[in-house]
T-cell receptor
Framework: TQLLEQSPQFLSIQEGENLTVYCNSS?????LQWYRQEPGEGPVLLVT?????EVKKLKRLTFQFGDARKDSSLHITAAQPGDTGLYLC??????????FGKGTHLIIQP | DSGVTQTPKHLITATGQRVTLRCSPR?????VYWYQQSLDQGLQFLIQ???????AKGNILERFSAQQFPDLHSELNLSSLELGDSALYFC???????????FGPGTRLLVL
């Protein structure tokens, strides 16, 4: 069974600060996806990383896929209140659907 | 808007009852996935269909079943409902050649 561990589980910081969220596994994934979910809504895809060592940027968000394709990180620069939400990483490559981490609940305080 | 639609948005029912959740995938997507999200378990994969055929099963209970119709919409049937089945149920669709899944807005099920 493939497992994804996300850390931290909860994070509350002030507007303007930087943060990093981690997604780790002992399994190799063919790709890893990051989603953001708001209360009562479905997860919205932010990015898919495929190649080991790949770095993708989405405005103030930087996503990195580990060289061995077992882990990933999401770095947010100068966080804003609009970044508040549940951030989920999900690994693909097994016979089943995506394997999700339990998520990081992020709160950015004005 | 992901292009995936789900109905109903909310559903309240009693224990022992049966409900059907509906999902329409993005235009052209042949794969449909169903997931359950609860506070303690997070998002759990239930079942996948591809072009009408069951492709993979996850943590789906025997009381639950699904199907995908020729027009590619899918239905998830939940029967003999228990309090613990209260959760958000999401479907997602995927285009061929990509591992990216696009999620619908979900159905919130409350079993009383």
């Amino acid at each position: 069974t493939q497992l994804l561990e996300q850390s931290p589980q909860f994070l509350s910081i002030q507007e303007g600060e930087n943060l990093t969220v981690y997604c780790n596994s002992s399994s190799v994934f063919s790709s890893l996806q990051w989603y953001r979910q708001e209360p009562g809504e479905g997860p919205v895809l932010l990015v898919t990383v495929v190649t080991g060592g790949e770095v993708k940027k989405l405005k103030r968000l930087t996503f990195q896929f580990g060289d061995a394709r077992k882990d990933s990180s999401l770095h947010i620069t100068a966080a804003q209140p609009g970044d508040t939400g549940l951030y989920l990483c999900a690994g693909a490559g097994g016979a089943d659907g995506l394997t999700f981490g339990k998520g990081t609940h992020l709160i950015i305080q004005p | 808007d992901s292009g995936v639609t789900q109905t109903p948005k909310h559903l309240i029912t009693a224990t022992g009852q049966r409900v059907t959740l509906r999902c329409s995938p993005r235009s052209g997507d042949l794969s449909v996935y169903w997931y359950q999200q609860s506070l303690d378990q997070g998002l759990q994969f239930l079942i996948q269909y591809y072009n009408g055929e069951e492709r993979a099963k996850g943590n789906i209970l025997e009381r639950f079943s699904a199907q995908q119709f020729p027009d590619l919409h899918s239905e998830l049937n939940l029967s003999s409902l228990e309090l613990g089945d209260s959760a958000l149920y999401f479907c997602a669709s995927r285009a061929g050649g990509s591992e990216t899944q696009y999620f619908g807005p979900g159905t919130r099920l409350l079993v009383l």
